[in-house]
């Protein structure tokens, strides 16, 4: 917030990979007169260092691979974890967090509510 007016916003679910739990990351959102301010990497931050702190493995989500580069987010099929939708693999990445480890692999779902939107 900023002079009492919410700026920006992030959500993160329950997800998993595998039957291993993890971190479906989205949305994420700045108002369009704060992007660029620092904003957004203020709440990646802190949702990387909460899920951290909550001995999560990881962080997924499905984004531009050269904006999300700059927090440490990488392809996740090249690490074992694969998208939900195949035509997704280009932007599906992965945040490997401290509790994080090499066995974990497989499919990526998303909380079940996101099976309902479609």
Known sequence: MIDDEVV??????????????SVGLG???VAPGHQGRGVGQAL??????????LDE???VLLGDPGYYRRFGFVLAAPLGVLPPDPSWAEH???R???AWDASLR?????APAFDRLS
């Open 106 to 110: 497989g499919a990526f779902y998303y």
């Open 57 to 59: 493995p990881a962080v």
């Open 44 to 53: 990646m931050h802190a949702v990387l260092a909460a899920a951290d702190a």
């Open 27 to 29: 949305p994420l959102g």
């Open 92 to 94: 599906f990445q992965l």
């Open 96 to 98: 490997r967090l401290t």
């Open 8 to 21: 920006g916003h992030v959500a993160c679910s329950r997800a998993r990979i595998g039957d291993r739990p």
